[in-house]
């Protein structure tokens, strides 16, 4: 696997590629202030669930040393102010909060500012390395579920670049392609701002895998057309019940899968596990901005005053999935009653 490092953090400096120069341009932008990662999380420079979470891990760890000079009461409310602002950047993804929650409850007793400093940098990155392994789990996992498939279709981008390594759906793929398991992957081109195309198509090439591009529009032929065996996706929320939020277009192809009687498996580390919430419907929907519908390369493809509904994620109810594959194992349809015993239990694979 050959694809540029995502996420950086070297020398207390924070420094990430830039999705939105890709795939012409591999370009790193340098985050230096807070203001910096909630614009580069809004503006989906950085995306996908867990990559924004280690983000803003990051973010609140380089906000800290702002207040430096503070007595450890001001730090405390300063910083969470500055834990709302990170965690008003996107809703729908809960690797955000999870992340925030984890760094604030680091420091949640801490009496000296110098110490909060440093036990938030650390904690920052030990957040990054465990998504690494988590992810590369996923991946090992994946391949066990899709022992008997070759031909596989995916949206969005759920891959190495919107984690810290290896990605979640993308993992099978990218470990596959080391072990010489040949995969013919599908990928959606996302519309619409098109992770599928520009991203997940990008990806694999790199790694050698063999993947073919359809615009959303053509899954249900395809399916049929081409004979695949199973759909894998990414998720951003799962509610203790299994249903599952993704990017918009991830409910189409659930729905699909029914009806072709195919596979349908998320792929997602426990971070992405929402257990305060019983089903989907409380998982709040992103929508966002109108240009990203109506104007394409900054020209317009709809006519001015046109009404827009942009949200930028579904939600798959728990009933048509097959599967979520986590880093602690598979969990099957017939174990979701079962999801928060076994995804609560911290720290064991
Ligand atoms: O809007 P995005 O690009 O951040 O949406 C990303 C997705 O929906 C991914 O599939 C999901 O976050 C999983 S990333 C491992």
Request: proline fraction near 3%; include cysteine; charge should be negative.
């Amino acid at each position: 696997m050959s694809i540029p490092t995502p996420i950086i953090w070297k020398n207390g400096q924070l420094t990430i590629l830039n999705q939105h120069k890709l795939p012409n341009e591999i370009d790193y932008a340098a985050l230096e202030t807070i203001e910096d990662v909630y614009e580069s999380i809004v503006t989906l420079k950085v995306r996908g669930a867990p990559a924004i979470g280690i983000t803003a891990a990051y973010g609140l760890a380089i906000a800290s040393r702002k207040y430096k000079e503070q007595n450890i009461a001001s730090f405390h409310l300063r910083l969470h102010e500055d834990y709302l602002y990170l965690a008003g950047s996107r809703p729908t993804a809960v690797n955000l909060f999870w992340a925030l929650d984890r760094m604030m409850g680091k420091i949640e007793n801490v009496e000296s500012v110098n110490e909060a400093i440093y036990l938030l940098e650390a904690e920052a990155i030990s957040i990054h390395q465990e998504d690494e392994a988590s992810c590369k789990r996923i991946g090992r996992n994946a391949l066990e579920a899709l022992a008997n498939v070759k031909k596989i279709m995916t949206i969005c981008n759920a891959g190495t670049i919107a984690t810290a390594k290896y990605g979640t759906a993308l993992a099978p793929f990218h470990l596959g392609a080391e072990q010489g398991r040949e995969f013919e992957v599908y990928a959606c081109e996302t519309r619409p701002v098109f992770q599928g195309s520009r991203l997940t198509v990008w990806e694999l090439q790199q790694s050698g895998v063999d993947v073919t591009l359809i615009t959303d529009s053509m899954a249900a032929h395809t399916i049929h057309a081409k004979g695949i065996e199973a759909i894998i996706v990414g998720a951003d929320r799962i509610a203790a019940n299994g249903d599952t939020a993704n990017k918009i277009g991830t409910l189409n192809l659930a729905i699909l899968a029914k009806q072709f009687g195919i596979a349908f498996y998320v792929a997602a580390p426990s971070t992405t596990f929402d257990l305060t919430i019983e089903s989907g419907a409380e998982i709040p929907i992103e929508e966002r901005k109108e240009e990203e519908i109506t104007t394409f390369a900054g020209r317009r493809i709809a006519p001015e005053g046109t009404k827009v509904f942009n949200p930028a994620f579904d939600m798959s109810p728990s009933e048509l999935i097959t599967a979520i594959i986590t880093e602690k194992g598979i969990i099957y349809k017939q174990d979701f009653n079962n999801i928060s015993s076994l995804i609560g239990k911290a720290g064991e694979e």
